[in-house]
């Protein structure tokens, strides 16, 4: 069982990028996905959520209008677009699966989002 994310970086304010979470070892389309982040010195906290079929998402008030959260569950994909990078986004961003009938979740390992001039 794996999530891997990709797709992390150095970017300016104001810049964009997409993360990606690549799934596999599971029936990703049974599994909710979530995005996480770490910032430097603080507790992991909610970014964005979407549910197994993709017909419903909701967001941290903090990224709401910015960022995108989608998935491609024919290629076993999540992804979360980024745009109007703000310093304050700088964090460890994580991919979040969860299937909660069953009671199982799983983690990425993380990818560094630095926003900085």
């Known amino acids: 069982v794996q999530l891997v994310e990709s797709g992390g970086g150095l970017v300016q304010p104001g810049g964009s990028l997409r993360l990606s979470c690549a799934a596999s070892?599971?029936?990703?389309?049974?599994?909710?996905m979530s995005w996480f982040r770490q910032p430097p010195g603080k507790e992991r906290e909610l970014v964005a959520r979407i549910t197994s079929t993709g017909d419903m998402t909701n967001y941290a008030d903090s990224v709401k209008g910015r960022f995108t959260i989608s998935r491609d569950n024919a290629k076993n994909t999540g992804y979360l677009q980024m745009n109007s990078l703000k310093p304050e986004d700088t964090a460890v961003y994580f991919c979040?699966?969860?299937?909660?009938?069953?009671?199982?979740?799983?983690w990425g390992q993380g990818t560094q989002v630095t926003v900085s001039s």
């Open positions: 070892g599971f029936t990703f389309s049974r599994y909710a």
């Open positions: 979040h699966a969860n299937w909660v009938l069953v009671g199982r979740e799983y």
